[in-house]
């Protein structure tokens, strides 16, 4: 099982992303994600670092690490610019980009009317998803497939690409990896909250046949990295 970590990227500058990336990388982790959203949710005050630039100049910087998105949101922008910004990323760290793709809900519909930017109907966002999933298919990069409706989890084992599953328990990982493959993501345990501590957690999630499993900043990144050892 692969591991990751999310970068902290809702600041007003990227020094606490590329510390924590270099951390990663120097940890052991395999990749190091971004949120795509224009503010953390419900908090339209605080800023946001746009994903594709930091995440290319981190792929330079760190060139054994993975770089993805959890996850560009379709709708946003435009498809053939979501494909182009992925394209982009991929002629910089060529064979190590992961395309994580989201429909969005009702929860990050206020960042599309702040800016007079049309949602557009589930089932619409659900087409533009296929379709940019299949353009980036054809060009070699790894796509994932963010949880969401029913038929969006669908999706995933129509196109034959993984779903990355949020916060997910061990035993529905296990359930949906009959159907598709199955990538994990969620936030990092507390001690003392009741959340599995993240060794065994790994383990579960492994052995669940989880193939990545990404936690939140911050994280023990010592702890993340060793979950590698865990089969999936």
Known sequence: MRTGVILPSFRADADAAFAAAGQAAAAGLDGVFCYDHLWPMGQPERP????????????????????????????????????????ALAAIAP?????????????????????????????ERRRSLAACAS??????????VGSGSTRTVALAAELGIAL?????SPGEVAAQV?????TWAGPTPVPGDG????????????????????????????EVAALGTWAG
Do not use: C, K
């Open 95 to 123: 064979g190590r980009v992961i395309a994580g793709l989201g429909t969005g809900d009702r929860l990050s519909a206020a960042e599309n009317e702040a800016y007079g930017v049309p949602m557009g109907t589930p089932d």
């Open 164 to 168: 990355n599953m949020w916060a997910a």
């Open 178 to 182: 009959a159907r598709s493959e199955v």
């Open 48 to 87: 946001a670092l746009a994903p594709f630039p930091l995440l290319a100049a981190i792929a330079r910087a760190n060139p054994g690490l993975w770089v993805g998105t959890l996850v560009a949101r379709i709708g946003l922008v435009p498809d053939h610019v979501v494909v182009a910004e992925f394209d």
């Open 195 to 222: 959340a599995q501590a993240i060794g065994p957690l790994g383990a579960d999630l492994a052995g669940a046949g989880a193939t990545w499993a990404v936690f939140g900043w911050p994280a023990p990144l010592d």
């Open 135 to 144: 353009a980036l298919v054809e060009r070699g990069i790894t796509v994932w």
